[in-house]
């Protein structure tokens, strides 16, 4: 099994000077938990709906701060031809739930 038969290839993004209520508001519209930060049409950082709880909340951010305030820097991300084993070696190095899927240094999906 590779990535291509594993992701969502219906990828959503936020900017980063995007709110965070934006962010939230299309999670929950598109229930996913995960969005890819672009900013030039490069992918600069991500963030979950996690991030949104711990950091939006706890730490009392505005709903309408930007997306950069919160957002992760580094972005993970797996080629559409590696394999299961790949992908979970890559999430479990990284620590992540969700990784970004390329082809041709072109995002095409999540997993």
């Known amino acids: 099994m590779k990535a291509k038969d594993l992701m969502n290839s219906k990828v959503y993004y936020v900017k980063s000077n995007d709110a965070l209520l934006k962010c939230a508001s299309m999670m929950k519209?598109?229930?996913i938990h995960f969005l890819p930060v672009i900013e030039?049409?490069?992918?600069?950082?991500?963030?979950?709906?996690?991030?949104?709880?711990?950091?939006?909340?706890?730490?009392?951010?505005?709903?309408y701060k930007p997306v950069e305030n919160?957002?992760?820097?580094?972005v993970h991300a797996v080629s559409i031809h590696?394999?299961?084993?790949?992908i979970f070696l890559a999430m479990q190095k990284s620590?992540?739930?969700?990784?970004?899927?390329?082809?041709?240094?072109?995002?095409?999906?999540?997993i």
Not at 40 to 63: A, M, P, R, S, W
Not at 95 to 110: A, E, P, R
């Open 29 to 31: 519209e598109n229930h």
């Open 40 to 63: 030039d049409g490069k992918v600069i950082g991500t963030i979950t709906d996690h991030d949104l709880c711990i950091y939006g909340i706890t730490e009392e951010q505005n709903f």
């Open 70 to 74: 919160i957002m992760r820097k580094e």
């Open 82 to 86: 590696d394999s299961l084993g790949t």
């Open 95 to 110: 620590k992540v739930k969700y990784l970004l899927v390329h082809q041709d240094n072109k995002i095409v999906g999540v």
